[in-house]
């Protein structure tokens, strides 16, 4: 039978395609998801001063360039060997929360909204976030909201919404004044009732999504994700914890700037995003995840009042791990409500106020490593200097890379329920788009595209022939 072709895949950020293959019977046998632009960012920035890494990397993309700049930042940290002040960790964690708030609000009301309040087989006209506004405008307005705090905080803090420089080497450039402290402050109670009024109207609605919830990515892998001392999710300093699919931990306490010792890196030829492993799997294709459904799945506890209650009751879902990728929508939310939570409590520090925010040095080391959790999960940068302080080597590993294994498999279980022969309706295609979506991969941070965000769905014969597909922008 003739391939199925999904190309562009939609509402997902950057390019792809997807390619699912039937055999005789139009049973889905494999599938893959290719990312289609090639990975540029480790090669040119070579021979650029350590010092530009952090507002070049912020480049890479335009709906996460905090988490680029914050890595690249404790990587230059670390060639510089110093240790930055107090306060300019808690700025920096205060941006990083700001970041995972606009950034997970983009994801579930822009990206998701439209499959999860007009159904999955609605109009695909209308299926967008215009219908969501037309239709649901109080859950739109909320989405706006959501989305729009974040990007504020972000811009009082460095300046502006996208792209800033305001984290540095070394720490960050300028502190925090008392008024934007009390501003943002005065945001967030309305913030975190419209967070806690988005949880009451989504969990309900999880019963009318029992199927997708069974066949979304739903099998046994590993999870990743950084925690504190507690077990709590910890997204700028934590250790690496790693647990298996029934919530036994495997590895922790784990130095993520270590992340060589424990990740592998490898490539296939259909695709310019890598496929990272976790070395002591004991296979190189079993798969791990990161990102918030990984981060709930590992903590122990989270140490914030609502998102602690919800947390539990998150984890209430299954006696190990939580294992469906649906599921990240719904710990996506949860993680919004945490980081609300959580600029709070910075803000409410008087330390936070501090002029003692940068520490100021050359290089001292020749390498260095920085990792933090990204909205999407976990965010390696790696750079080598040369004795001018240039950059001679870099290597990133993204969350979309790290999820890489997961997603593929996730397509092809999905295919397997759904699809029976050539003839598939645009319902399904979209139900297996929605797999993707529900990791909300940055394919702009996995590839380092620019440009319009299509995504391409082929159904391909076991010759190899197209015989089906969609494609859209």
């Not at 215009?130 to 504020?152: C, N, S």
């Not at 929508?329 to 409500?337: D, T, V």
């Not at 890489?404 to 699809?419: C, E, F, K």
């Not at 529900?438 to 391909?460: E, I, K, N, R, Y």
Request: aromatic share 8%.
């Amino acid at each position: 039978m003739d391939p199925i072709i999904i190309d562009p895949v939609t509402r997902i950020e950057g390019h792809a395609r997807v390619t699912i293959q039937l055999d005789d019977e139009g049973r889905a046998t494999n599938a893959h998801f290719h990312i289609t632009q090639l990975r540029g960012f480790e090669k040119f920035c070579e021979g650029r001063p350590f010092t530009e890494m952090p507002s070049l990397m912020a480049r890479i993309c335009g709906i996460c360039p905090v988490s680029h700049l914050l890595a690249s930042a404790k990587a230059c940290d670390q060639i510089l060997a110093v240790t930055i002040p107090e306060t300019a960790v808690k700025l920096r964690q205060l941006l990083n929360y700001a970041q995972i708030v606009q950034s997970h609000a983009l994801s579930f009301f822009y990206l998701s909204s439209p499959d999860l309040l007009l159904g999955m087989d609605a109009d695909p006209a209308k299926r967008n976030v215009f219908g969501v506004i037309q239709q649901h405008p109080e859950r739109a307005k909320d989405g706006v909201h959501l989305r729009k705090l974040g990007q504020d905080i972000i811009e009082r803090l460095a300046g502006k919404r996208i792209h800033p420089s305001w984290v540095v080497p070394g720490g960050v450039n300028a502190p925090l004044d008392k008024e934007n402290r009390e501003e943002i402050l005065a945001m967030m109670p309305e913030a975190k009732l419209v967070m806690q009024r988005t949880l009451d109207w989504f969990k309900p609605t999880l019963e009318a999504h029992r199927e997708e919830i069974r066949v979304f990515a739903n099998f046994p892998t590993l999870f990743a994700g950084l925690v504190d001392e507690h077990g709590s999710p910890d997204h700028y300093s934590g250790r690496l914890r790693i647990i298996d699919s029934t919530g036994m931990i495997i590895a922790d306490e784990l130095d993520p700037v270590k992340y060589d010792d424990y990740i592998s890196e490898a490539t296939e030829t259909w695709s310019y995003t890598k496929f990272p492993a976790y070395k002591l799997a004991g296979h190189p294709d079993a798969p791990y995840r990161v990102g918030p459904l990984a981060r709930l799945n590992v903590a122990s506890a989270m140490d914030t009042p609502a998102a602690g209650q919800e947390w539990a009751e998150f984890r209430d879902l299954e006696r190990g791990a939580v294992l469906s990728s649906f599921y990240y929508h719904y710990a996506r939310l949860i993680e919004i409500l945490f980081a609300l939570e959580k600029i709070e409590e910075l803000l409410s520090d008087p330390d936070i106020l501090s002029p003692r925010v940068r520490a100021f040095a050359g290089p001292n080391n020749l390498e260095g490593v920085g990792v933090i959790e990204a909205p999407r999960g976990i965010l390696v940068h790696h750079y080598k200097i040369d004795d001018e302080g240039l950059i001679t080597w870099a290597n990133m590993i993204v969350a979309t890379g790290h999820n890489n294994t997961a997603m593929n498999q996730g397509i092809l279980q999905a295919a397997r329920h759904y699809i029976q022969g050539p003839n598939v309706s645009e319902g399904v295609l979209n139900r297996i788009e929605a797999v993707i979506r529900a990791f909300d991969p940055c394919l702009s941070c996995s590839t380092h595209a620019v440009g319009q965000m299509p995504m391409v769905l082929d159904v391909v014969d076991s010759t190899g022939e197209r015989v089906g597909g969609v494609e859209r922008n």
